[in-house]
């Protein structure tokens, strides 16, 4: 795929969604954070469901990690992997409060220095909490960038690197965001929605679906 198709791929996403952001319920980066940590393996709705209980009451490192595991496992009991992710929140809750004063660090070592903290979640934060232009490859912008070809690679760190090299400055920072809404609601494992599909005709998918 050449320069010039894709800054008209993302001119049009743009155009079509001009602010995207995370579909994850949050109101502090500690919350994101937290939410980002539930949301792997799981759907987002899956974590708002579970986090609309917790956030209110338990909304800071101090009141979750007061809750304890056996106290948070409760909350996230409908999420899968949930009992890794209860000892791993707790954990994180008490480095942050130990090391960082109970703030989100800002720096992706800092970042995945946290329990249950990998590369992804962390360029999720950086994303989504700071505005850096990082791309988290979930399998949904996994499987867009390699049947459009806009960063075709066959495991996540090709395609992460070959988006960052690819991907013009000026939309590096809302990338992320824009791929996966295309990647969960339009160009889906399935059956990608091509008829529908707002990118169509730049896309390089050679077994597109007909109306």
Request: proline share 6%; charged share 25%.
């Amino acid at each position: 795929m050449n320069p010039t198709k894709r800054h008209a791929i993302f001119s049009r996403l743009r155009a079509a969604n001009p602010a995207p952001t995370t579909e994850l319920e949050y109101k502090t980066d500690f919350q994101l954070l937290i939410a980002v940590m539930l949301s792997a393996q799981a759907t987002d709705k899956s974590v708002n469901i579970a986090t609309r209980k917790l956030f209110p009451r338990h909304g800071t490192p101090k009141t979750i990690l007061a809750l304890g595991v056996e106290g948070l496992m409760p909350f996230i009991q409908t999420i899968g992997l949930y009992k890794t992710k209860a000892k791993n929140v707790i954990a994180t809750c008490a480095l942050l409060l130990e090391q960082h004063s109970g703030k989100v660090p800002r720096t992706r070592d800092a970042l995945e220095a946290l329990p249950g903290v990998g590369r992804k979640t962390a360029n999720v934060v950086l994303n989504t909490a700071f505005g850096e232009p990082t791309i988290a490859v979930d399998t949904h912008i996994f499987r867009v960038s390699n049947r459009t070809k806009i960063a075709p690679g066959k495991d996540v760190l090709t395609v992460e690197r070959g988006l960052e090299k690819f991907i013009p400055a000026e939309f590096k920072v809302d990338a992320h965001h824009w791929l996966i809404l295309h990647g969960r609601y339009v160009c889906v494992a399935r059956t990608p929605k091509c008829p529908q599909c707002g990118i169509s005709d730049l896309c390089e998918y050679s077994k597109k679906t007909k109306g």
